[in-house]
């Protein structure tokens, strides 16, 4: 059946770094790819989407690109905060909305 | 704008007791969705309803759980009788319109509750 695969966490880096969170995702039909997030105590928050391959997602200096020949939609920030520690799921949704098994981001100062 | 509203936030049962979860949707939106959230793990759809109709319930597990959107606002979700796999976080969603073809209708989640069965 339909999947999405994250790389594991948890990921730790230090203030200002580059961040990157791999995720893959099984090609059947023309899915729409999204990334949410999930502070602590809190619910999930869609954090970016893209809907079409090339497409690329972007918000709070995060950005995906819907990359349809590798099956893949990584998320990257170029210069991660402390606030940005968090859970990320990469999700899929060609009807049925089937997520990642989360990535833990933890930003230390 | 109230966003989606879970309560209680956290229950603590024994096993064999059963227990219930209520959602209320954000104003407007005909699609409500019932997740798990294992630990560790991304969420499970349980149950999606399109107004009061329950039109994806193949995950929902029907010889202990069952759901109701009475009216096709606010929803329960009910398991009777609870066993120690079923600690975890339940989420409710809710999106407007109807699912369909793409672009799909963003997801708005609520909170979850937090089960914990002892």
């Known amino acids: 059946g339909d999947s999405v695969t994250q790389m594991e966490g948890p990921v730790t880096l230090s203030e200002e770094a580059f961040l990157t969170i791999n995720c893959t995702y099984t090609?059947?039909?023309?899915?729409?790819l999204f990334w949410y997030v999930q502070y602590p105590g809190e619910g999930l928050q869609l954090l970016l989407k893209a809907t079409k391959a090339d497409d690329k997602g972007s918000n709070k200096g995060f950005e995906a690109t819907y990359r349809k020949e590798t099956t893949s939609f990584h998320l990257e920030k170029g210069s991660v905060q402390v606030s940005d520690s968090a859970v990320y799921f990469c999700a899929r949704q060609g009807g049925k909305l089937i997520f990642g098994q989360g990535t833990e981001l933890s930003v230390k100062p | 704008e109230a966003g989606v509203v879970q309560s209680p936030r956290y229950k603590i049962i024994e096993k064999k007791q059963p227990v219930a979860f209520w959602c209320n949707p954000i104003s407007g939106h005909n699609t409500l969705y019932w997740y798990l959230q294992n630990l560790g793990q991304g969420p499970e759809l349980l149950i999606r309803?399109?107004?009061?109709?329950?039109?994806?319930d193949s995950q929902l597990p029907k010889d202990r759980f069952s759901a109701e959107r009475l009216k096709g606002v606010d929803s329960t979700l009910k398991i009777q009788p609870a066993e120690l796999g079923d600690s975890a976080v339940y989420l409710c969603?809710?999106?407007?319109?109807?699912?369909?073809?793409?672009?799909?209708?963003?997801?708005?989640f609520g909170p979850g509750t937090r089960l914990t069965v002892l």
């Open positions: 969603a809710s999106s407007s319109g109807l699912a369909g073809g793409p672009p799909y209708n963003e997801q708005f």
């Open positions: 090609a059947t039909g023309y899915p729409s």
């Open positions: 309803y399109e107004n009061e109709e329950a039109v994806d």
